[in-house]
T-cell receptor, first 112, second 116 residues
Framework: GQQLNQSPQSMFIQEGEDVSMNCTSS?????WLWYKQDPGEGPVLLIA?????ELTSNGRLTAQFGITRKDSFLNISASIPSDVGIYFC????????????FGTGTRLKVLA | GAGVSQSPSNKVTEKGKDVELRCDPI?????LYWYRQSLGQGLEFLIY????????KSGLPSDRFSAERTGGSVSTLTIQRTQQEDSAVYLC??????????????FGSGTRLTVV
């Protein structure tokens, strides 16, 4: 099925470091979401973006809706051990029935 | 209920057997979705329900997979004659309104299916 490409696929970082990840698509999306999945749980919504160029923050998290509407970025500042998990982007597909298409995920591991 | 509930949380089955996975969405949410997450992979869309109807079944991988929803609430995903490649976490999600909810979906914790 259709998926968005996320990079990096995985990353190990030291506690306190900043993290950047991105999501790219060949299609234009009008809404981008970022989710986090803890081990053994379902994904939980972190940030929603609705307008090209939009920059939105949620605590230490900041996400941006790319100008081309084909990409989005997520930054985490001053990482802490509980940031560990898988981060997914999702774009709202309006081709056919409206539904969210999810990215391949970025697996984050934080070293204390 | 307060959240999306899925059962069982874990299921181990023998190759060739049929399995049923259950999803109880948030009360009042009319839209319900099934996604599959294979090891190390992203979320693969399977099927979308609006009420009891499934306007989009495009993600079901084969005719061994089917799903239904009754009473605009509980949904069951059935996999017949399971194969080892069916092993994955099956996630259910719901949202109010239609599939393009601006606030995304609320996910359950998933059913981890292992076919041996």
């Amino acid at each position: 099925g259709q998926q968005l490409n996320q990079s990096p696929q995985s990353m190990f970082i030291q506690e306190g470091e900043d993290v950047s990840m991105n999501c790219t698509s060949s299609s234009i999306f009008n809404t981008w979401l970022w989710y986090k999945q803890d081990p053994g749980e379902g994904p939980v919504l972190l940030i929603a973006l609705y307008k090209a160029g939009e920059l939105t923050s949620n605590g230490r998290l900041t996400a941006q809706f790319g100008i081309t509407r084909k990409d989005s970025f997520l930054n985490i500042s001053a990482s802490i051990p509980s940031d560990v998990g898988i981060y997914f982007c999702a774009g709202l597909s309006t081709s056919g029935t409206y539904k969210y298409i999810f990215g391949t995920g970025t697996r984050l591991k934080v070293l204390a | 209920g307060a959240g999306v509930s899925q059962s069982p949380s874990n299921k181990v089955t023998e190759k060739g057997k049929d399995v049923e996975l259950r999803c109880d969405p948030i009360s009042g949410h009319t839209a319900l979705y099934w996604y599959r997450q294979s090891l190390g992979q992203g979320l693969e869309f399977l099927i979308y329900f609006q009420g009891n109807s499934a306007p989009d079944k495009s993600g079901l991988p084969s005719d061994r997979f089917s799903a239904e929803r009754t009473g605009g609430s509980v949904s069951t995903l059935t996999i017949q004659r399971t194969q080892q490649e069916d092993s994955a976490v099956y996630l259910c999600a719901s949202s109010p309104g239609y599939g393009g909810s601006a606030y995304g979906y609320t996910f359950g914790s998933g059913t981890r299916l292992t076919v041996v």
